[in-house]
């Protein structure tokens, strides 16, 4: 088979050019970065769960009317994705202070946010991703104000989905980052949330214990990390204990 053009390659994911125009192949890979680039390490199958759990989220988000870049996984660790246009705005929604906003307002770790607040980043290595108003992002055209309308509305409605989808296996949504795309049919523009929903962009807390049950297990060296995904992954009902015929339904907590 002839090797496949490769399109991009970030820190996690590798990009690929699709069987068919308009569409790309994404694949996971199990390297991790963390402080810009300056902690890099190795999560033994996190691509491969992160391929399945992004997957899972996209569809369920899917089902509910939210556009998605997705289209299907194709293997353990690639799926086939939509091209489309990728906003420079990384979107965070947070409903508990944790990471760099607790440290930006001195709010101790874990306190709940009267109510979720959402934030925008700009997409830059060289400038450390910095925060970013509406003025910005419509100033320098990143994005229009009817795109960042659709953007806010839709990732308060993922917000209150995947809060809920987490609450019911145990597990507390403190925050998670989402990019958006615009996808043109025909002459019609929509915005899509585009590349991945997984233990690397949310932070996940068990609603019991406290525990983090993502990606900051790496960045602050808290060990268990794969651990921690995989069973992220099970309670999804998405891991394959023996085999892929021991597919589950999420479990749930009471
Ligand atoms: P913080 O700003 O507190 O570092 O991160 C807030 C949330 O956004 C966390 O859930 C974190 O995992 C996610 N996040 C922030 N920046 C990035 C990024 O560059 N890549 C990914 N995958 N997630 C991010």
């Known amino acids: 088979m002839a090797r496949r053009r490769q399109i991009y390659e970030g820190k996690a994911k590798v990009l690929f050019e699709g069987p068919e125009p308009g569409t790309l192949v994404q694949y996971f890979k199990d390297d991790a970065s963390a402080n810009n680039n300056t902690k890099r390490g190795v999560i033994t199958g996190k691509g491969v769960l992160n391929n399945r759990i992004s997957e899972y989220l996209m569809l369920r988000l899917g089902e509910m009317g939210i556009p998605t870049h997705f289209v299907r996984r194709l293997n353990m660790r690639e799926q086939l994705v939509r091209e489309v246009e990728i906003i420079p705005v990384e979107v965070i929604c947070r409903n508990v202070a944790a990471g760099t906003f607790a440290k930006r307002f001195n709010i101790p ?42 953007i806010m509305s839709l990732t308060l409605r993922i917000n209150d989905f995947l809060s809920g989808l987490f609450l019911g296996i145990g597990i507390r949504l403190v925050d998670f980052r989402l990019e958006f795309g615009r996808l043109w049919e025909n002459d019609e523009m929509r915005i899509v949330v585009a590349d991945e929903i997984s233990p690397d962009s949310c932070r996940l807390w068990d609603t019991k214990t406290g525990e983090k049950m993502d990606k900051d297990r790496f960045r602050r060296d808290l060990g268990r990390v794969e651990e921690a995904y995989q069973e992220v992954a099970r309670r999804l009902g998405i891991l394959p204990e023996g085999g892929p015929r021991d597919l589950k339904g999420p479990e749930i907590m009471q």
């Not at 970013?132 to 992002?137: D, T």
């Open 109 to 150: 770790e874990g306190q709940p946010l009267p109510r979720s607040v959402v934030e925008y980043y700009y997409k830059s290595d060289e400038l450390d991703d910095p925060l970013v108003s509406e003025e910005h992002i419509t100033a320098f055209g990143w994005a229009t104000p009817q795109d960042l309308d659709d």
